[in-house]
């Protein structure tokens, strides 16, 4: 690149905005406008990142002091914890059932926003509600309609003949808790996917409709051979996006089951937070929240490849 | 919507069936935040029975009045808004001027800064917690303001981890005004800030409060940094203080959904307000 700070370009020419008579600061170039913004993300994304990494090499007393090198000593003591395989088997299914059942759900539910029916605006105003909701309050009142013996849950199913007492533990049996983790964490995950794929629908101009119309090629035929075509863009960025917060997530498992019992509802990422803040063991914690990186990377590369993003 | 020959009863049918199932959908995503209603309202010895009652005998809106009295819930909305507001300003103090420089001007490395936003956007604070907190115990030896347990570091982590979709989302929206229009005024003899004031700024303005709630909103709600790092409860924003409902052994439901109420009704509002440039917001800030 050898391009400078000159403005190049006649359409983003705005050099006529430059007063040429008055005396010019000295040119700095883009340093000044972007500075700023280099200096919070170095500072405090960069950094962070860094340290991670660094940690995971230390060896870390209790008291949080480092005590040199290790070398791989943490990512040894992380693997050989009998509990890691099971966690990682229970992230894999977390982020791909998740995010495979919120696309899923909210192609139906853009498709529903994207028509129009009297009251539309408040069902999108609805959708809103767990978008702009604390995640952490909104697992809090879903963990008290599941609770096992106050929870409104279980009264329905109890009154729908679902259940046969009005009593069962959800979250205390790590059998159904996991599965109503999953529940909520695409509950949460519903809001934002739907409006990215309502806003890709959008995009679609109506008159390639009409021209299939004409060809007669209408409803789920049209659906499928242009609609999906077409959002493929707003599918990509929607599900990579999803993938990211969903193996991120944690305020989900933290308010609801704690991880637990045990870790048998415990993901990667608990497991790393419970290593650090509750073992005091924060090279093992950094440790996994590298491999944890790895991943995610790993997975949004594999979604990459599968889905042939070029032809996006 | 068919064309001639299917009347006027098969659209009717089409709507009515439509609105129904969207009815249905509002319910769905409405209904635990009914559910936190409707125990905000329940008197507390009406709580714990089984089954669960759907209705309470009365409604108690004396909890949202005591409340008040049972947590610091003044302190966690302080501390709430400190962070939020504080962090916001800093967002956009930071991301305009980057976002429009980076709209405007091909510089040498813009390409390169380009991709260090989308990469800070895909670090999660959640995924560097350990990296965050042991970052500030660093920063603390040296400079206790900034050290955890301190507004400062909140506002710190909650812009910088925000900074990506707004500076996205706002070189979006300036790179579709025309810098015709900017000359033009200039022509007529506005200064550069001039132009930037009356023209460029409200021509933005829908990227610019998109960027806005979205962080206020996104710093609003931050849980697992705050966790972390504010260890003292006067420094506890809502989403950390709320917990404090849940005992050991007992959790004060009422009260934890008092509070939560009032930390969701006020960022739904907001919400609402954006929702109509939502739309072309995520599209502008994502999918281009």
Known sequence: MTETTRPTGPALDPGGLEPRRRPRLPDLGPLPWIGPALLLIFGVVLWPAFEMLRTSFLDISMSGLAKGFTGLDNYQRLFADPDLPGIMIRTLVWVVVVVGVTILVSLGLAALLNAAFPGRRLVRWALIVPWAASVVMTATVWRWMLDGFYGIVNRMLYDLGILATPVNDWLGDPGSAFYWLMFVAIFVSLPFTTYVLLAGLQSIPQDIYEAARVDGASGWRSYQSITLPLLRPALLVAAIINMINVFNQFPIIWAMTKGGPGSLTDTTTTHMYKLAFQLADVGQSAAMAVVNFAVILLFVLLYLRIVDWRRA | ?288
């Open chain 2, 1 to 288: 919507m068919r064309s001639a020959g299917a009347g006027l009863r098969a659209p009717s049918i089409r709507k009515a069936l439509l609105t129904g199932l969207g009815a249905l959908v509002a319910f769905f995503f409405m209904a635990p935040y009914i559910q936190m209603l409707i125990t905000a309202l329940t008197p507390s010895k009406e709580l714990y029975t089984v089954p669960a009652q759907y209705l309470p005998s009365h409604l108690e809106f004396f909890n949202f009045v005591s409340v008040w009295e049972k947590a610091p819930l003044w302190g966690y909305l302080r501390s709430s808004l400190i962070i939020s507001v504080f962090a916001t300003l800093l967002v956009l103090l930071v991301a305009m001027p980057a976002a429009y420089y980076t709209a405007r001007y091909r510089y040498r490395g813009r390409l390169l800064f380009l991709l260090l936003v989308l990469i800070t956007q895909m670090f999660a604070p959640t995924a560097l917690v350990i990296g965050i907190y042991r970052e500030f115990v660093t920063i603390g030896d040296t400079f206790p303001p900034a050290g955890i347990n301190t507004y400062l570091s909140l506002i710190l982590v909650n812009a910088a981890f925000n900074l990506a979709f707004s500076t996205w989302i706002m070189v979006a929206y300036f790179s579709t005004i025309p810098v015709e229009l900017e000359e033009a005024a200039s022509i007529d003899g506005a200064s550069r800030l001039g132009v930037l004031r009356r023209i460029t700024l409200p021509l933005a303005l829908p990227g610019i409060i998109t960027a806005t709630i979205f962080t206020f909103i996104a710093a609003w709600n931050e849980f697992v940094v705050a966790l972390t790092l504010a260890q003292s409860p006067d420094i506890h924003p809502l989403t950390v203080g709320v917990t404090t409902f849940i005992g050991q052994y007992r959790v004060e439901w009422q009260y934890l959904f008092t509070s939560s109420l009032i930390a969701i009704v006020p960022v739904v509002i907001l919400f609402i307000v954006i929702e109509k440039w939502l739309v072309g917001g995520l599209t502008a800030g994502s999918i281009k």
